[in-house]
C-alpha cells in the first residue's frame, strides 16, 4: 500500500499541509524547515497503531499536545492528520483515515479525539464521536486504530500504519551497544540492535539478502570482496567481511572495523529489502561518497519495482537530486515562513517546472530555493 495523499493541520512547524506523494517522496529544506517533523507524521500514526503504542503513548513520547501544536496555530488549535492510503497510484479503491486531536480543557491535560474518521472510496466506515463516545466521554482517550476489536472494519490501514519502518543508521551505536545502557527506543530507529534484527530473519532470507548487499558493497567499498554473518563464541551475531589484502586469504574485519559510510550503506541496503511497508529514510547521503549518493535514487527505484514499497527521504544532497529520472512531483520543498513552514512540490512552481522542462535536473532547479535568504552573512562570522 502507499499514501497518496496527505493533509495536515497545526502539526509542529506546520499550519497546513495539502499534498499528493508518489512512490519516492523527496523532501528538501534547510535546517529547522521540519523535514524531520514531516517524516514524524507517519511515525505518530505507527505508534498509534502498533501493539503496546496507542494514541496517549504516541503523544507522550513527543511530549504532550502543547510540544505537537504548531506555534502559529491561532483560534483553532486541534492538530488534524488526514492520510490517503490505497494499494498504489491509480486504484480508485481509497482509504481515507482523519485523526482530529484536542487537549483536556482541565484535570490531566490528556490529548482526547475531536474526531476519527475512515473512509473507503467515499463510504463512511467509522465517524467519531459516536453515541457510545456521548455516554462515556473517557472513550476518547483511544483511538479505534489502537483497538483490535474495534479496527476490524478498516484493519488493513490500521496494519499498514503499524508496520511502517524508519531508519537513521548511527554507526556508534551499532559499534558499541554497551556503551549505552539502558532500554533503546521504541522501534530502534538509530540502529542500536540492526544486528539483532538481522539475527531474526531465517537463514535463507538472511543469506539472499546478504548476497545482494554483498554485490553492491563489492563496487561501493574498496578491497572488500566478502559479507557473511558469524555468531562469536558467545553466540551474539556479527557481520564480518574479508578485504584483498597482502595474504593470499585476505583480512576478516567485523562490523566495529567497518566505516561509517559502509555502515550506514549495508544498514539502508538491508532496510530496502526487508519489506513492502512503507520506508522512511532520513538524510542516507550521510558518510557517503558523492558518487554512490548519485547512484541511490536509482537504486532504490530497481528495488521499488520488485518489492513495491513507497519510499519517503529527507535530504540536503545536491547529489542524490541530481539524477535526471527524479521528477519534479516527487520532490517537497519546505518553506519556512512567519506562519508556518510551507510545502509544495516542486512541480506546483512555474519557474522550477520550465526549469525542468528545459533538461535541468531537481537538484539545480529546485535545490537553490531551499537556501537561507541570510546564508551570507556568515561571510562575517568572526
Avoid at 499541509?17 to 517522496?25: A, F, G, N, Y
Amino acid at each position: 500500500m502507499v499514501v497518496r495523499h496527505l493533509s495536515v493541520k497545526n502539526w509542529r512547524n506546520f499550519r497546513t499541509i495539502d499534498v499528493s506523494l508518489s512512490d519516492r517522496v523527496f523532501i528538501a529544506g534547510p535546517n529547522a524547515s521540519g523535514k524531520s517533523n514531516l517524516l514524524d507524521i507517519f511515525r505518530f500514526l505507527r505508534d498509534i497503531a502498533k501493539p503496546g503504542g496507542g494514541l496517549q503513548h504516541a503523544v507522550a513520547q513527543r511530549g504532550g499536545v502543547s510540544k505537537l501544536r504548531c506555534l502559529a496555530a491561532r483560534r483553532y488549535p486541534d492538530i488534524e492528520i488526514e492520510v490517503q492510503v490505497a494499494d498504489d497510484l491509480s486504484t480508485k479503491d481509497v482509504w481515507t483515515y482523519g485523526l482530529g486531536i484536542k487537549q483536556e480543557a482541565r484535570g490531566y491535560r490528556l490529548p482526547l479525539l475531536a474526531y476519527e474518521r475512515v473512509m473507503r472510496s467515499g463510504r463512511s466506515v467509522l465517524n467519531r464521536p459516536d453515541s457510545d463516545d456521548e455516554q462515556d466521554p473517557l472513550r476518547l482517550t483511544q483511538t479505534h486504530l489502537e483497538q483490535i476489536a474495534a479496527n476490524q472494519r478498516f484493519r488493513d490501514i490500521a496494519k499498514f500504519f503499524e508496520t511502517s519502518l524508519y531508519l537513521h543508521l548511527v554507526p556508534q551505536l551499532l559499534r558499541h551497544p554497551e556503551a549505552f545502557p539502558g532500554p533503546g527506543l521504541p522501534g530502534d530507529p538509530f540502529g542500536r540492535n540492526f544486528l539483532d534484527r538481522i539475527a531474526r530473519t531465517s537463514e535463507r532470507v538472511r543469506n539472499s539478502r546478504l548476497k545482494r548487499i554483498e554485490a553492491a558493497l563489492v563496487v561501493a567499498v574498496p578491497q572488500l570482496k566478502n559479507l557473511s554473518y558469524v555468531t562469536d563464541e558467545t553466540g551474539i551475531p556479527h557481520l564480518e567481511a574479508v578485504y584483498k589484502h597482502w595474504r593470499p586469504l585476505g583480512a576478516r574485519q567485523r562490523e566495529d572495523q567497518f566505516s561509517d559510510g559502509t555502515l550506514r550503506l549495508l544498514g539502508l541496503l538491508w532496510s530496502l529489502l526487508e519489506g513492502d511497508s512503507l520506508l522512511l529514510l532520513e538524510e542516507p547521503e550521510l558518510s557517503l561518497n558523492a558518487g554512490i549518493v548519485r547512484k541511490l535514487p536509482s537504486l532504490i527505484h530497481r528495488l521499488q519495482k520488485v518489492r513495491h514499497r513507497q519510499v519517503v527521504i529527507t535530504t540536503h544532497s545536491a547529489e542524490l537530486l541530481s539524477d535526471s529520472g527524479i521528477g519534479g512531483e516527487e520532490v517537497l520543498l519546505l518553506e519556512p515562513t512567519s506562519d508556518g513552514t510551507r510545502v509544495s512540490a516542486a512541480s506546483d512552481s512555474a519557474e522550477i517546472k520550465a526549469l525542468l522542462e528545459g533538461g535541468i535536473n531537481v537538484a539545480d532547479a529546485a535545490l537553490p530555493k531551499t537556501v537561507p535568504s541570510q546564508v551570507s552573512q556568515l561571510d562575517l562570522f568572526e
